[in-house]
């Protein structure tokens, strides 16, 4: 019993450890964008008197966040759903359906995942600046699915395979085409692969800030995140503002891990099983 007691403490004090490391840096945020600039520069670790909600509001509303939240969400949504519908088509073709060239395709999909965005970065730039779509809501959606696209047609397919293809073959002979097979059959069994995946790729847009800053350099399309980047240097004497403007940015991400950690962890682990 003591070894046992023993594994367990060696286990539970490092994760601890590990969660106060990851949980630490939010309660600072939260407790400074609750002081006034005056507390925190006569002690920046001491905790806010009051729940000040003053800073908060300011971020919202005078400096624009609300703006950026609106654009954040507009593009989200568009990217999302355009990366669960070609991602799951895809998905679809590659695992269920044979012709040639599929094995090829799959392949470049799983290159393309060890691709870094740099690498792409310049070639992306010109394009869309020779095709008039910088600065736009259309050339940042369309960069956000080229880049996270190989990610959602992986997991898709991986998780496609793991149904039985005496379903899609029964569903033929019944008379459904390809697309009757995709829309009847296989969009339904794969709802929780695509939640799972739209989840995680929610985060992924929503966190970004390298494509977002090359694709929107007007203040007025600015994403969520990089407007919170801009405030560092607009507010660099008033760091209470500041981090009301990262917390207003960390909130719908910590919603999103809070309620939907099974769903993100399914999305993580989805086709490992098999394939």
Known sequence: MSRVRLGRWLLVIPMGLLALATIYPLLFTANVAMKTRREYILDRFSLADSLRLENITTAWSSVGMARYAANSVLVVACSVFLLLLFGSMAGFALSQLRFRGSSALFIGCLAALFVPFQVIMVPLARIMADTGLVDTYPGLILAYVAQFLPF????????????????????????????????????????????????????????????????????????????????????????????????????????????????????????????
């Not at 739209?198 to 990089?226: E, K, Q, Y």
């Not at 801009?230 to 809070?258: C, K, M, N």
């Open 152 to 275: 959602t047609i992986f997991l898709m397919a991986s998780y496609y395979k793991t149904i039985p293809a005496e379903i899609v073959d029964a569903a033929r002979i019944d008379g459904n085409s390809v697309y009757g097979v995709y829309g009847r059959i296989m969009l339904p069994l794969g709802a929780p692969a695509l939640l799972s995946v739209g989840i995680l790729n929610t985060l992924f847009c929503w966190n970004d800030v390298l494509i977002a800053l090359l694709m929107m350099p007007s203040a007025d399309h600015r994403t969520l995140m990089v407007g919170v980047t801009s405030l560092r240097g607009q507010y660099s004497e008033d760091i209470p503002t500041f981090a009301s403007g990262v917390l207003i940015a960390a909130i719908p991400v910590l919603a999103i891990y809070l309620f939907l950690q099974r769903q993100i962890a399914d999305g993580v682990a989805a086709g490992s099983t098999k394939g």
